[in-house]
């Protein structure tokens, strides 16, 4: 079987909150629309890139204010090469990272490889041979999901832990 990567890891989802007295709206606003992003017609106080995949969305309540992005959204600014400038705007006030979501694609051969792959992964964490952070995912904590491509080939997704939990990983076939 061979497996080669696509891509290193990369950022799918980042959520960050602040106070909201101190959110730097005016700055974020006027960044996101010099890098191309549009306001979004699905969300309130959301905006999208100009090709429509992904969102960045502003959430203000009363005792705090959320800024999100999706896998979308971070990739268009990463096709601007934005990603300093972006930090410096996120960086200006004190705030929380609330979510990160990283990933990472891989390319196998055949379905077959994926669908070893995945059972393999099953088979690990149910045993407590998985491992995020310094600890070993419980058994009780790895789940799947199987589901059948159109080639016939049972595949799915395979979870360690939930979201709920300070670590979580989700492996799938993103063909399934």
């Not at 010099?34 to 306001?39: I, M, P, Y």
């Not at 694609?105 to 059972?119: E, I, M």
């Not at 999901?145 to 395979?158: A, K, P, Q, Y």
Request: glycine share 8%; charged share 25%.
């Amino acid at each position: 079987m061979q497996i080669r990567s696509a891509h290193s890891v990369f950022p799918d989802f980042l959520s960050l909150t602040y106070h909201p007295e101190q959110f730097p709206d005016a700055q974020i606003r006027s960044l996101l629309l010099e890098l191309g992003f549009v306001v979004s017609k699905k969300a309130p106080d959301g905006f999208a890139p100009p090709d429509g995949h992904g969102l960045v969305r502003i959430d203000a309540k009363p005792r705090f204010t959320g800024l999100s992005f999706s896998g979308g959204a971070i990739s268009h600014v990463l096709r601007f090469a934005a990603v300093g400038n972006l930090l410096q705007v996120l960086t200006l006030a004190a705030h929380r990272v609330t979510r990160l979501d990283l990933a990472k694609d891989y390319d196998f051969d055949t379905a077959r490889d994926v669908a070893r792959r995945l059972a393999t992964l099953w088979r690990l964490g149910r045993s407590e041979k998985i491992g995020l952070g310094r600890k070993r995912v419980p058994a009780q904590k790895v789940t799947r999901i199987e589901s059948v491509r159109r080639d016939s080939c049972v595949t799915g997704t395979v979870y360690f832990g939930s979201r709920k939990d300070r670590y979580f990983a989700k492996v799938y076939d993103k063909r399934a």
